[in-house]
């Protein structure tokens, strides 16, 4: 089976709720989007280091990596591995809190991987066909996605027609400025109005996919996994720091 052709065909798709990621996965060559797929549900600390190895070498190279685990399924299999990317310097994993009633009654996890610069913090994207992630993230199989590089300019770019304008400051996390996807340069676009026009319309998108959901406050940039509350107690031990996010947070 082609595992990345079958990513890159849902996310060309609506259910994405993403403009940005549909085009770019038509595109993944001038988007300089790169995969790797992880087979088996035994993933330990050992292939975690040569996954840290993939994603440091792709520091400068690569604008976003999507990492597949087909063979990881439910709820339960993201525990072991959370635990073995945690076991490992290059990553870290925080309890998400949300004001939201129905989201704050499951686990949100927010795994983080450190840039190799010293400087930046990665906000890791999880994808995943269990209960009770967003319908946004609910790829064809488990899968990570997170951005290889520094922070891009579209997120300023944004702020900036904001009423008032704002200014793209990031409050630093465990020391280190955060990036996301939203980082990535849309080498598809002829102007800055275009991009803007994406930018619209993915809000326009995310709130028709999102619609009914009681999971659509979890689909934040900050966010990796929803979670079962069960599980809390599973991933006690790697959950070094609680970050509350305001329901109208826009990450």
Known sequence: ????????????????????????????EAAKWGGALVRGK????????VLNAYLSDACG???????????????????PLIHALCATPAWKCV?????CPHVSQHL??????FLPDDVHVNYVLGFGKFEPMPRTRRA??????????????IPGMIYETLTPPKVDVRAPEMDRIPVHLADM???????????????????????????????AKAAKAKITFSLPSALRADLASVLTEMVSIPAASLM
Request: proline residues 5%.
């Open 95 to 99: 309890e998400i809190t949300s004001d």
């Open 61 to 79: 190279r690569l604008e976003a990596i999507h990492v597949l685990f087909p063979d990881i399924n439910a709820a339960e299999e993201i525990v």
């Open 140 to 153: 064809p199989f488990t899968a990570l996605a997170l951005r290889p590089g520094t922070p891009g300019p």
């Open 185 to 215: 340069q849309y080498p598809l676009a002829k102007d800055n109005e275009q991009i803007r026009s994406v930018w619209r319309t993915t809000g326009e998108l995310k709130a028709e996919q999102l619609r009914g959901d009681d999971m």
């Open 108 to 113: 949100l996890v927010g795994l983080r991987w």
């Open 42 to 49: 035994n993933f330990d600390v050992e292939s975690a280091r």
């Open 1 to 28: 089976m082609d595992y990345h052709g079958e990513f890159l065909k849902w996310a060309k798709t609506k259910a994405v709720g993403c403009n940005f990621a549909r085009t770019l996965a038509s595109n993944t």
